[in-house]
């Protein structure tokens, strides 16, 4: 079992940045590849990005690549999600979320990770 709690949201003008973490409990925390994922009002929860393990492997959605980079560090069990250039369409409840299949493989699928946090808004003005 692992807890997950975001931090970092809030609200931000257009072309402003924000950097949201996610503080993992327990010491597994290596054992698991990490997701982010958000969800607009009226809309289904979305992949943004995920990172392996080790952090050697990535992958993002269309829509924040070259905008939004994430990263981990094992050490302090917590995963970030830096987002620059914010629009309006950023606007979302994001989630920070923990798979701990043994592959490793990095994944877009909601339903392949086990443990979310509760969730942080992120909100960006025009």
């Known amino acids: 079992q692992v807890q997950l709690v975001e931090s970092g949201g809030g609200l931000v003008q257009a072309g402003g940045s924000l950097r949201l973490s996610c503080a993992a409990s327990?010491?597994?925390?290596?054992?698991?590849?990490m997701g982010w994922f958000r969800q607009a009002p009226g809309k289904e929860r979305e992949f943004v990005s995920a990172?392996?393990?080790?952090?050697?492997?990535?992958d993002y959605a269309d829509f924040v690549k070259g905008r939004f980079t994430i990263s981990r560090d094992n050490a302090k069990n917590t995963v970030y999600l830096q987002m620059n250039s914010l629009n309006p369409e950023d606007t979302a409840v994001y989630y920070c979320?923990?798979?701990?299949?043994?592959?490793?493989?990095?994944?877009?699928?909601?339903?392949?990770?086990?443990?979310w946090g509760q969730g942080i808004q992120v909100t960006v003005s025009s």
């Open positions: 979320a923990a798979d701990r299949r043994p592959n490793g493989i990095v994944v877009r699928t909601p339903a392949s990770y086990d443990y």
């Open positions: 990172i392996s393990r080790s952090g050697g492997s990535t």
């Open positions: 327990g010491r597994t925390f290596s054992s698991y590849a």
